[in-house]
């Protein structure tokens, strides 16, 4: 098995972190240089990231994911990415065809698992979290209103080191070879 497809395997959302293991400021900047890399339509890379490290601050942001009942294990994460949606400048000749960001979901959902995998690379545990409030998260973290928040990615090191078994579905179900 490639090293790849080993962090692939082991990488898996992480519902419960050690919140007495601070993490290092320079892997959260290594996250990022990686996750920097991801491909994006023309080469617009449109995300950038707030990056919550500051105590006090990572318990408001993890009291505004906690939406029915749900996430409330991220009380211990010791860092979130949060991840914001740029505009897209694509080329012109792209551009009078199609929406600027008619792309930018495909390239944010590309670049948040990139951190994810960058993440797991250095040992960190993460889980990407969908439901939050999020006119609670722009308050705290004063993003404006025309800036839509894409994603929150709780990270932390993980209280234990159990690998789950992937649930997917099978290569046969979702390739065909012609
Ligand atoms: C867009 C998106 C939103 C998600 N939102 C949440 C969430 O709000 N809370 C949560 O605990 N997990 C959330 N997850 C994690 C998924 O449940 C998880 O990725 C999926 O079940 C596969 O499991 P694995 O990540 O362990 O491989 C989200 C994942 C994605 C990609």
Redesign the pocket.
């Known amino acids: 098995m490639s090293d790849f497809q080993q962090l692939v395997l082991k ?3 992480c ?1 419960d972190y050690d919140a007495d293991k601070p993490i290092e400021h320079d892997k959260l900047v290594r996250c990022l240089d990686a996750a920097r890399q991801t491909p994006s339509a023309c080469n617009s890379q449109p995300w950038s990231v707030v990056v919550v490290e500051d105590p006090a601050k990572l318990a408001e942001v993890a009291k505004a ?1 906690h ?1 029915l009942g ?2 409330e ?1 991220d009380v211990k994460a010791r860092a979130f990415f949060v991840v914001l949606e740029e505009y897209a400048q694509l080329m012109p000749k792209i551009a009078c065809l199609a929406d600027s960001q008619v792309f930018a979901k495909g390239d944010l ?1 590309a670049f ?1 698992y990139a951190l994810t995998l960058a993440a797991e690379a250095e040992g960190l545990g993460t ?6 409030d999020r006119p609670k998260l722009r308050e705290l973290l004063d993003i404006p209103k025309s800036q839509p928040i894409f ?1 929150v990615v709780a990270v932390g090191y993980p209280a234990k080191d159990t690998v ?1 078994s ?2 997917r579905k099978p290569i046969d179900a979702i390739s065909r070879f012609v």
């Not at 889980?127 to 939050?132: E, K, N, W």
């Open positions: 990488r898996q959302s519902r994911t939406q749900l996430n294990y959902g948040t889980c990407i979290l969908g439901l939050f994603m789950r992937k649930v």
